[in-house]
């Protein structure tokens, strides 16, 4: 076969499978799988905040400026707010979506995305905002509270000295970021937070009375985690102690505190891990290092060179996430779009 004929040959299969992808729109297999993979390079990029899942394609297109190695394609991807912190680094489709008790968070992406042998997303802008028509459906779930109420912060507390009391670990945490908090009335008030924590460098013999002066462990080994915490008080002893409102001083009779954490490996850690397994014996040099692992392993490996170990690129680069209202956007110009939605939380708002 000549060159030139080889040349055609992969022109038209690339045609094809462009006129293919904008002949069947958002119900394209190939168009599903493409912003299923955008969205999940959405989520690696992001260094904060919680991973978004799919709830359906809005729009599409094929700007007339293609790149020599591949079609360009714009999106338009309606968006949902997972339980999955993004520290977590889990698979979107792993996670579950917030339900009408969990604050429900959702939003749009714009997203551009070069495609060839595979997707490589190119840039991404996110607006979230807060399902407010919950209230409407669901009056007596959770509703949000301020994260810098003086009781939203104490409950945090609670939870973390709980967790650092009931855990196995062998450092204790220390608070990073409230994420999210929410306020419900059950027999009294009920507050209810998520937050990240940090390895410290006091281990679980340090002193209780010390512990206020725990630095954060500021190394590539240190673990993070993600926990959600609640408060709960009766309606009584909510009067008595705290007659007037919020006052975080009434949570020293704390009747309730759960909390439930998750705690990560470190990427550094993993890296470390697949460096013991390549290791060869007969190396000379040795170091140690004075970290803290959740894995079980002597921290004593044989020197590596640089370029056996790789570590991922700096994330955040690519694109931003904000909250902010909802706006009026233009009707889909792609055929077949907007494609089906796959959640609608049980609201008949057409804003989800």
Not at 165 to 186: C, D, P
Not at 328 to 335: D, E, I, K, Q, Y
């Amino acid at each position: 076969m000549s060159v030139f004929f080889l040349v055609l040959l992969l022109a038209l299969l690339f045609h094809n499978g462009k006129a293919k992808v904008e002949s069947q729109g958002c119900n394209s297999p190939d168009v599903e799988r493409m912003v299923e993979e955008a969205l999940q390079q959405i989520n690696q990029d992001r260094t904060d905040g919680y991973i978004l899942t799919l709830n359906r394609l809005y729009d599409l297109s094929n700007p007339s400026n293609q790149e020599k190695t591949g079609s360009v394609y714009n999106l338009t991807i309606d968006v949902l707010e997972t339980k999955c912190h993004s520290i977590s680094r889990k698979p979107w489709k792993q996670c579950d979506v917030r339900g009408l008790g969990d604050i429900p968070v959702y939003g749009e992406c714009q997203v551009s995305v070069q495609v060839d042998a595979k997707v490589r997303l190119e840039s991404y802008s996110c607006a979230l905002r807060e399902a407010t028509a919950v209230v409407h459906v669901c009056p007596d779930c959770p509703t949000a509270d301020n994260l810098n109420e003086p009781v939203i912060k104490e409950t945090a507390k609670l939870a973390l000295q709980k967790f650092n009391k009931e855990s196995h670990l062998v450092n204790y945490f220390t608070l990073e970021n409230i994420t999210k908090a929410s306020l419900q009335w059950v027999v009294g008030p009920s507050y209810f937070v998520e937050f990240t924590v940090l390895e410290t460098e006091c281990s679980k013999e340090t002193d209780f009375s010390e512990l206020t002066h725990c630095p954060p462990m500021n190394c590539q080994f240190a673990h993070r985690g993600f926990c959600t915490g609640s408060h709960m008080t009766h309606e009584e002893a909510f009067k008595n102690m705290n007659p007037v409102g919020k006052d975080a001083s009434s949570f020293q009779k704390a009747e309730s505190v759960e909390v439930k954490c998750e705690i990560y490996e470190p990427q550094a850690a993993t890296v470390e891990e697949q460096a013991h397994a390549k290791a060869v014996s007969g190396h000379p040099e040795q170091h140690h290092h004075n970290h803290t692992h959740l894995h079980h392993h002597e921290h004593v490996h044989s020197v590596m060179q640089a370029s056996d170990i790789t570590v991922s690129n700096p994330k955040g680069l690519l694109g931003r996430v904000v909250f902010e209202p909802a706006t009026p956007r233009s009707a889909p110009t792609a055929s077949s779009c907007p494609g089906a939605r796959r959640h609608n939380l049980g609201l008949r708002s057409p804003l989800l």
